[in-house]
């Protein structure tokens, strides 16, 4: 508890991703409306955390000012919930927004902490508990293989030419049959179509869009050559609206990198 609670120690995935959980518990935690931890000398201390998001539950209005009414219904579910846990020495202070339980144990703080997220919730908030693991979905190479910049065929790069990104999709591997009768009656995988998991990931925003393709592709009525054609269209578009803008701060590029002589 002394360094905000457990880290990873060893993570399957490689080391790379111990920053990625440190980086989640410490948004998560930001979020929280209240925030738990040691007194000052002993037992447990909660603290309001007033942001733009939480301020009117809380009773802070946009100018600053408190409206006394709500924050004290807001410390008196705090002390509801803590009688409710069974202490008795609460010593709530609305007016410096923290409560303080002299009594509480290191044990106690995290179920002292709990109780403040389900009491979040009820009060609208999202009561985010800190993440222990993260999981992650890998975008695979064009060739159904992992990615790799030393293989130009398995990727696509930012300063592609639209023909070699097109070439490149046309040859990507594919979820389809091996025959369009075969595809029409059994249908596609998009599970395993990088075309389709490219639009997923990288060139198409629409959900909705993407269900109904995944459902057509599944059925057979998409065939593998559109989907590829589907996802040529968007990454081209993407590309050159990347290109557009490249082009248009170009002349930044000299100014940031210039030696700063003063």
Known sequence: E??????PVVVPVGVDQDPHLRLTRGLAGKTNWFNVGPGKRSGAQIRLSVQDENAEALGQAPNGRVDRGRRQSVFDGIVSNLEGMGFSDIMSNPKEG??????ATSQDIHRIRMQMLALERSLGGQGLLAPSSTYHHFAVGLTGDKMSSSQPKTTIFLDDEIAAVEKKIKRAFSGGQPTIEEHRRIGGNPDIDVAYQYMMYFFEDDDAYLQEINQQYRSGSLLAGEMKQLCIDRATAWLANHQEMKDQTAHLVDDFFAADLS
């Open 2 to 7: 002394e360094y905000g609670g457990l880290r």
């Open 98 to 103: 923290m409560v303080n339980v002299p009594s």
